[in-house]
């Protein structure tokens, strides 16, 4: 879920079930979430959730792990 506090609202993102209880990595920055999911149907990958616009993409694959405990900035 996106949650706005200010507005007291909140937007269920149409992301894969993770794999593992805990909640996913998530990386903000310049108006945009990168959430790591570790799902056993659709495998690892980093989506990007841009805030203003609300569009949620896939982007780039996560191999040779079982989960992703977080997730960084690359440089």
Do not use: C, Q
């Not at 909640?23 to 990168?34: I, L, N, Q």
């Amino acid at each position: 879920y996106m949650l706005d506090l200010t507005a007291k609202t909140r937007t269920k993102l149409d992301l894969p079930l993770n794999k593992v209880v805990h909640a996913s990595p998530v990386y903000v920055e310049d108006g945009k979430a990168y959430i790591a999911v570790a799902s056993s149907g659709s495998g690892n990958f980093v989506w990007t959730y841009e805030i203003s616009t609300g569009k949620l993409t896939k982007g780039m694959e996560i191999k040779g792990v079982d989960n992703v405990d977080w997730i960084s900035r690359f440089e």
